[in-house]
């Protein structure tokens, strides 16, 4: 596969993942508070270093501003990452990789806050390996275009985040999370207990999938349902948000959850190529 398929691909993804989370953070809301308001963590520190009253703490609505402001500063990175990634080339300014490994990084952190804010529930973080992990290696990318290692690295980011989405799908070990069932509803005559069931049909071919991925013979066609997969569930977020009103407000409030999601598809799409020029060089 020609080398500026590669990277327009991965470019791509991380832009569309950048970009979904700047609107997000400039716009809407982020997890901070799970940490930022966590009374057993914090709370010694506010009392006991500032002699504030956990109480009036959480209180102030300075406080709240304040740490929306934060969030909104977080969402100011993401637009300049996403900025960065259009610019950016193999011998571009070691600027361009700095802002891109602070967004990488922030990303993790964002994944850590869900994680915390879902109770600590492993697959949680582990469902976001995909939206921190393209960072990462479009950085390796631009600094070694090694196609076998690259191949490898996207599989473990495609394996993690799809077992994770089965084990939340299965619900088993965990609840099924009420927006899956709500997006299926919305966007299929069917109903809940057929949605239950098929959620959990999902969930068990997520799970096969993860390790039949590394599987030479079945790897391309696997790959090939996770592209069609990941980018049904990505468009699903505002596919089904359309479903309540047809409106630049909806778009508003849903289509950033399909834009960082975007890279479930892409990511499988490129695998797919890639393991198909491998097989036949």
Known sequence: MHSKTTLLLLKTSTFLVFIGRAY????????????????????????GLFGVKWHSYVTDLVIDSSIQSI??????????????????????????????????FNLVFLAFLLFKEKSYQIPQFFEHSLQFGVVFTL??????????KLLFYLKVLIALTFFS????????????????????LNITPLTETFVIDLLFLIGVLDILLAFLIFIPKLAKWVLLYAFVWGSITALARITSGLQYEISLMILHQYLFESLYRIVHGLIPLLAFLLTRNLSSS
Not at 139 to 148: E, F, G, I, T, V
């Open 165 to 184: 989405h089965g084990i939340y799908a299965l619900g088993v070990v965990y609840p099924i999370p009420s927006d899956f069932i709500t997006m299926m």
């Open 24 to 47: 997000q953070h400039l716009f809407w809301d982020a997890p901070f508070r799970s940490l930022l308001w966590d009374e057993q963590l914090l709370k010694p520190i506010v009392q």
């Open 139 to 148: 950085l390796y990318y631009l600094k070694r275009p090694n196609y076998s």
């Open 71 to 104: 969030i909104q500063l977080h969402g100011i990175l993401y637009l300049l990452a996403a900025i960065a990634v259009v610019l950016i080339q193999p011998n571009s300014k070691r600027w361009m990789r700095i802002v891109l490994y602070l967004g990488g």
